[in-house]
């Protein structure tokens, strides 16, 4: 597998928030992703859950199906009872023909919660990485065993957030643990992304593009915002992500630092549909994504 350029539909319509992109279908989403040149999509809360109708969906649009979120809570059980728990997700998956099985820790985690500051997510002490990394790898050799691939989906709000975070997770988890590189996460978190594809390469097996306004970043931390509030923005202001090309992420030394990677190159540049066109960003992001891309020589 090369590289292949999918979407996430949160640009069209939101996760957290679902009224924010109520409006859209997800038939118009699906359409517009075809139109733009997208060849796979995410998963999101208004795509069927059972292969069947899954399929029926993306069928018309010629439109792969790669991975989706999924909810973990390693912290509060073990790794044989999340396996079981993601039964339903784990069917899908395999059914779709996509190994890539998207995780984040979230039993403790704020990036949902709109009223509550980003200075309040939770931290794990240094004793707690090596339990916390155990059951982890533990998970993810079960998921191996069934032909899917844990990729670790790092994220503001949750217990991994920062480089220290990111680093103290790899060094506690095995070589089944794969990292879901988010180049928008990592640069608001104070990583750099181009230091995270040199450094754990051979554990990267997805890759999330956004880019960062960094006039918002700044205000967001000085002003102690919420995960939420710094992606709607406030008022009729845009918000902390946008797509490639159009923040302060350096993509061609990104993907020069990322070769030879072979994969998903997922856009997920969750905005407010309503103040940033969904079609205008997206075909901004894909533009500027192919031109990194071959410079970097991955396309």
Known sequence: MTIRIGANPIGWSNDDLQDIGAHISLETCLKQAQAIGFEGMELGHKFPRNAPDLKKALAPYNMACVGGWHSLSLLERGAEEEFEAALAHRELLKAMGTPVFIVAETSNAIHGLRDVPLSKRPNLQEADWQIFGASMTRLADLLQQEGLQLAYHHHMGTVVQSAGDIDAFMASTGPSVHLLLDTGHATWGGDDPA????????RISHVHVKDVRPDIMVQADEEDWSFLDAVLGKADAFGIYTVPGDGMVDYRRFFKALVPY????????EQDPLKADPVLYATKGITHLRLCLKEAGLQ
Do not use: N, P, T
């Not at 230091?195 to 051979?202: C, E, I, M, W």
């Not at 072979?262 to 540049?269: D, K, L, M, N, R």
């Open 195 to 202: 230091r995270l594809a040199q450094r754990y390469h051979d």
């Open 262 to 269: 072979s994969g998903w190159v997922i856009v997920e540049a």
